[in-house]
């Protein structure tokens, strides 16, 4: 209940403090989705038959999820859903600098400072080359079936990593 109600709490503080449309939030809350529910699904699986609600039989080997660890995995669920809407609130509505400056205030070592920086910085050059390349594949019509999609794709993710590293390389000398 708590979680849920600070999950509601900070997604609401969220779209109508940083100006985020709640569509937006929802897919950016999507991106760890997928980590979370693989992660929530093993824990929530056990070797023991003991009141088992589901089985599954793999290679002589039952796999069980019991409504004890089923309860135990939505908690874990609740409480990790609720820490990333929080996160996102933290994160698109405080500048990095004064996000910077409050770990500098908290003692918080110079080296994962420096790291956090970079990374922060890292983030928003790949997501300018991965923009400008999909813009530019999308004019050309690189996305008009399933095949040249697939294609696209798989240049888009290759040529971003690529390209942002050169980039990144060219920002650390100057």
Known sequence: LISSLILVSSML???????????????LMAIPLLFLITGVFAVSIETKTNEAVFQLLIFNTPF???????????????RSISSISVLYFLILNTPINDIIYQLRQLKVPS????????????????????????????????????????????????????????????????
Request: glycine content about 6%; some cysteine.
């Open 13 to 27: 503080a969220t779209v109508f403090t940083a100006r985020v449309s709640l569509f937006k939030l929802i897919r």
């Open 111 to 174: 080296i994962i400072l420096e790291i956090t920086t970079l990374i922060y910085h890292n983030i928003f050059v790949l997501m300018g080359c991965a923009n400008a390349i999909h813009r530019s594949q999308k004019s050309r019509l690189g996305y008009r079936n399933l095949s040249v999609s697939m294609r696209s794709l798989g240049q888009l993710g290759g040529r971003t990593f690529v390209l942002a590293n050169t980039r990144a390389n060219q920002d650390r000398k100057s």
């Open 64 to 78: 069980c999820v019991s409504k004890i660890g089923a309860t135990k995995a939505v908690h874990l669920f609740m």
